[in-house]
């Protein structure tokens, strides 16, 4: 089970910008499907963006679409959530996520990395 730990979480004013990293403890490139969740307090966790067939393949939640991008750089085994045009509504503690296969069975968990957007 490979090993996630986020960074780059902080205070941003609305309409700032922050890059988050999810760093593995190993090899990424065989790993079919990465994602960024985010859970705010109260609230279930969401499906932010992922990166399917290997990084072939982009999706993002309709919220985050035109704001958010998400990459993954396997030589670093590391992937990225490009942050920009904050909101408030985007506070949440930010969570990535390994799906191996691809079949929605996500192995592997960060500890998460929060972010607050302030109005």
């Known amino acids: 089970q490979v090993q996630l730990v986020e960074s780059g979480g902080g205070l941003v004013q609305a309409g700032g910008s922050l890059r988050l990293s999810c760093a593995a403890s190993g090899r990424i490139f065989s790993i079919d499907t990465m994602a960024w969740y985010r859970q705010a307090p109260g609230k279930q966790r969401e499906l932010v963006c992922h990166?399917?067939?290997?990084?072939?393949?982009?999706y993002c939640a309709d919220s985050v679409k035109g704001r958010f991008t998400i990459s993954r750089d396997n030589a670093k085994n590391t992937m990225y959530l490009q942050m920009n045009s904050l909101k408030p509504e985007d506070t949440a503690d930010y969570i990535c996520g390994a799906d191996p296969d691809g079949l929605g069975f996500y192995s592997s968990w960060g500890r998460g990395t929060q972010v607050t957007v302030s109005s």
């Open positions: 990166l399917t067939g290997g990084g072939r393949a982009v």
